[in-house]
């Protein structure tokens, strides 16, 4: 890693954009980082860090609050860092999350954070990512370390740089493992203990599944299993298990063979009995049968003259039945006959006939008529609407008339208005005009006394230049006057001498004063200006005089609006036109009603003369009342004899009806052999009586053809004089016989159901071992290796991880580079030791540090050096990681260091010690940068950035 240029703005207490050249820096190989307490020496190394990573070190990145509060309105935070990653050229851009001030309205509203990562590829930089998590893994995958790792190695901040030394193993694992990227024995644990895991899993599942079935074997033959089943580990290698099973099985299949023997003799037994049952229960039943077909066949025999008379009184009633109609038709038309003679009510056909005639003619003369008369109805009321029409649309003439007045009034008082505020204006302006002018007065005194005072600081300034020149003089420098790189006797500063930075403040009090005298005399001309108009439109006259006149104006305005009804015209040419419009509507109106009243005349002349002509109706006054009555009497009339004409006709078709008739009758009679209707309708049966004959001459019929069948039926009578046999004694044997066949069926299906599950069993046993046992012998081998490469076996005799052990010999070659700076540093009396014992509180050792003291040949904790001791051992820590990481075919490296404070702890002579070795590591292009404010550093590094605080934020400058 090497960094070329860093910008930040308004970041930290930088609240302009301040640029670091770190190539001019990394030139010298060794610069500082030099400013007074609170200035930003640590911000430097933070923008550095935010830049890589997002996040400043230390207790700093829990503040969460990047931002200078310095900087202006409005200005974002923003960190721009060039480097060279694995060999390739990056911009980093930054900016942390802030509060900026909102586009619309008051307050605030928080910005996100964002970054964008760019390559320089072939002359121009590429952007390759904008995402903060895409971003933060590329950039810790370039360098091969997190924060908390980078700040361990490679930037050793403020009250941390002992970190890495007494860090605890697993964390100094952690960022070995990512610098020399030996992730892939990590992953070698990773997969041993995955595949244990996976081989028990999958063998405690193949066991489950032994177990599942040896719980099966004993549930079918109902006999515990021998051994725990939570633990079938040893029956089932050696075999006793499976043979277990076999034997229940092969005792089984016997006892289903016996089984099988027994059901059969059984059934033979069974069947022997039901026969003897099943012979005896037939011959009784026949038996009953036959007797029971002898007594019905005698009754039926002793029914014989009763059968008769049914059959002769049936034929009777099937040929009187022939007549029924025919009586039934003549009775009907007899009663038809009777009604219609009984509806007539005129007898002479032609006069009813004519005066249905003269009804119609003088209905639908009337029907002609109504049409009018609603017209007439209809006429006056368009004529009542059109009177109040007429007398509203006058009525809305006069209050538009009013209207357009009351315009030509509200166009007077607007100018009143506008003049009664043109005078208030002029009030108003001539005491901010006085203001004004008394503030420019002021503002020009203090213009004035600024200048002077700027002049009394050049002044004096020019009087101690030479202590400044002086001042800035570095420690094999030349002077800038003389050219001299020998400095005997400096020139000290007076007491309260001012410098460049008090000339400046002096000089930029002067240049606000002016700006604001400037700004005060753009307020007195803009108020004149405006004064000026405000009195040309205000006009001549009071505003006492204004004001009476506009209260005339205001009553005679609100008497014009209530002549209105209340409602306003919008201007005068509206008023005018709705005038114009409302007179022609007017006129319209007239017109019409005229029109409408002739016709009225006309129609009710016409209506008169048709009611004339009938002397009984009695005129109402309402022509559509006197039609409709007229109209319903010729109804009426016209209803009656249209009756009168039915009932005559269908009198006259009833007595057609009944002569008819009485001819048919006659004829059925004849033919259905009676003599008279009389006698067919004596003869006569209902239809439930003659069902009755048919049922009982059909059952009699068919029972007697049933007992005859039976009674000829081929050994019938040997049957009735046979002897019948014990049907209970028969029962209890074939019940007895088919107990002992259920019993024997039930035995055979149990012990041939056990036999074919246990067979099952056998065989899904046999194949869950067979999967089992390869399982088993895995497992065992991956545990034993697996907890050899965890480094808890008892066979690894260092209790190291395979990759712990591999990151051992990189720390001991770490331990030796830095012990060679070590040496010169700590003048031959300290030297680190890596140990592969565990520390204190450790579970597992293989990167243990510890501190030789050869001054008492004992080694000890790194946690007992003093302040001090700390540092150097530190420090040469870090350079040893950084040259064996940089030498490192794969490693990351590490080219820029940076180390933050820890030389004031250091006492002349280490600290000659300590330069002299940071000194050397110009030959290797390591650039080192250290960051301090003791005066010696100053002297002893000549190539400096400058951190300078004001008021207005921080700076930065480079010397050397």
Known sequence: MR????????????????????????AAGLFLLSGPTGAGKTSVLDAVCFALYGDVPGDRSSAKRLRCDGAAAGVAPQVTLEATLAGRRFRIVRSPAWDRPKKRGSGTTTQQASVTLSELVAGAWVPLSSRLDETGHQVAELLGMNLTQFTQVAMLPQGRFQAFLRARSEERHELLQRLFRTGRFADVERWLRDRRLDLRRRSESAHQGVADLASRVSEVVETPVPWDVRDLTEPAGDGALLGWVHELASRAATASASAVESAVSAASAEAAARTALESGRALTERRARIDAAAAEHRRLLADADDVARDRLALDTGRRAATVAPWLRLLDQAQRTRGTAAAAVTRDDRHEVRAELDAAVDAAAHVRALQPRAARLGTVHGELERLAGLARRVERQVGEARARCEAVEVRATLDGLAVRAEAHATVARLREQLAVAREAWHESREATLTAREHAADVRRARLDSMAAELAGALAVGACCPVCGSDDHPVKALPGPGAPDERAEKQAQRAVDDAASVEHLRDVEVRELTTRLEHAEAAAGAGSIALLEAERAELDRALQALLTAAGGRSAPDSATASAEVETLVAEAARLEATGRSLAEEAESLGAELAEALAAHDWLVPTGDAVRDLDGLLR?????????????????????????????????????????FGAADEAAAALLDQRACERLEERLSTH????????????EPGADEVATALLPDLDRLAVEHRGALTALSTARAAEALWSARAARLADLEGALAAALEEWAPLRSELELTSRLCSFVEGKSADNLLQMRLSAYVLAYRLSQVV?????????????????????????????????????????GEARDPATLSGGETFVVSLALALGLADVITNEVGG?????????????????????DVMDTLDSLRDGGRVVGV?????????????????????????VALTG
Not at 701 to 712: F, K, P
Not at 932 to 954: C, Y
């Open 3 to 26: 960094l070329h240029v860093l910008e930040a703005t308004a970041f930290g207490p930088f609240a302009d954009t301040v640029r670091v050249d770190f190539d001019h820096l990394s």
């Open 633 to 673: 009497h010729h109804r009426s009339v016209e209803r009656a004899c249209g009756e009168a004409l039915v009932a005559l006709d269908r009198l006259a078709e009833a007595e057609r009806a009944v002569a008819e008739a009485e001819t048919a009758l006659d004829e059925a009679v004849a033919a259905a052999g």
């Open 701 to 712: 019929e068919r029972r007697l053809a049933a007992v005859t069948e039976v009674l000829r």
């Open 816 to 856: 030796a580079a830095a012990n060679e700076r070590l040496a010169r540093m700590s003048d031959q009396r300290y030297s680190l030791e890596h140990t592969g014992r565990r520390g204190a509180g450790e579970t597992r050792g293989g990167l243990s540090l510890l501190v030789r003291d050869d001054w008492s």
């Open 892 to 912: 990351a490296a590490l080219d820029t260091l940076f180390v933050d404070e820890g030389f004031g702890s250091l006492d002349a002579d280490t600290l000659d």
């Open 931 to 955: 960051v301090s404010h003791v005066a010696e550093m100053r002297d002893r590094i000549p190539t400096q950035l400058l951190v300078a605080k004001s008021r207005h934020g921080s700076t």
